[in-house]
């Protein structure tokens, strides 16, 4: 089975404060992506990198950066995090060329911004 | 811009009942279609996926969905709905030249009476 995890479930973070949310998969896979999960407006891609040391925007950038090091792991960065950017975040992770198809998801961290 | 509707945010069913949960995508290029299904302090987890193979796709746990090109859509149907059914849904859409990227409906929210 695919497995991807992520570093933690819930988080309370304060406004200004530097945030890492980590996420690593266990299936070699080269894709990896990160969403953000917000009521009425379903999933929307921040970020997602189609091999090591490698990484493309998505719909929703700002505020956000990403480092992926390993293949295994890709890290989703709030450099001074805002109490706009509370939020459910996924990270997923697929294989295949250019993105792949079906994607596999974490169990997703909370992140509250006080 | 590409977009994915699911019509209603929110479908109530009684346990047995026939279930019905509306995606409608906007392109005249026919995507790859996803249904994914969240419950409650979890990721997401696929249910089905069509690829461009047979228009009727079965997924897991009872459901199906059908691809309609010409109504642009992939209703997502179970026949006798049970209360493990109670989740949110999520229809996906992606498009072969744009790398995998993933562009999901707002999510319709399935509860179940009994």
């Known amino acids: 089975d695919v497995k991807v995890t992520q570093s933690s479930r819930y988080l309370v973070k304060r406004t200004g404060e530097k945030v890492f949310l980590e996420c690593v998969q266990d299936?070699?896979?080269?894709?990896m992506f990160w969403y953000r999960q917000d009521p009425g407006l379903g999933l929307r891609l921040i970020y997602f990198?189609?091999?090591?040391?490698?990484?493309e925007k998505g719909d929703i950038p700002e505020g956000y950066s990403v480092s992926r090091e390993k293949k295994e792991r890709f890290s989703l960065i709030l450099e001074s995090a805002s109490t706009n950017q509370t939020s459910m975040y996924l990270c997923?992770?697929?294989?295949?060329?250019?993105?792949?198809?079906?994607?596999?998801f974490g169990p997703g961290t909370r992140l509250t911004v006080t | 811009a590409q977009s994915v509707t699911q019509l209603g945010s929110h479908v109530s069913v009684s346990e047995g009942a026939l279930v019905l949960l509306r995606c409608n995508y906007s392109?005249?290029?026919?995507?790859?279609l996803f249904w994914y299904v969240q419950y409650p302090n979890q990721g997401l987890q696929l249910l089905l996926k069509?690829?461009?193979?047979?228009?009727l796709v079965k997924g897991i746990n009872g459901f199906e969905a059908e691809f309609k090109k010409s109504e642009t859509s992939f209703h997502l149907t179970k026949p006798s709905a049970h209360m493990s059914d109670a989740a949110e849904y999520f229809c996906?859409?992606?498009?072969?030249?744009?790398?995998?990227?993933?562009?999901f409906g707002q999510g319709t929210e399935l509860s179940v009476k009994p």
């Open positions: 996906a859409v992606s498009w072969g030249n744009q790398g995998g990227k993933l562009i």
């Open positions: 997923a992770s697929s294989s295949g060329p250019r993105g792949g198809l079906q994607q596999y």
């Open positions: 392109s005249s290029v026919p995507p790859y």
């Open positions: 069509y690829t461009s193979a047979a228009t």
């Open positions: 299936m070699d896979h080269e894709n």
């Open positions: 990198s189609y091999d090591v040391k490698m990484k």
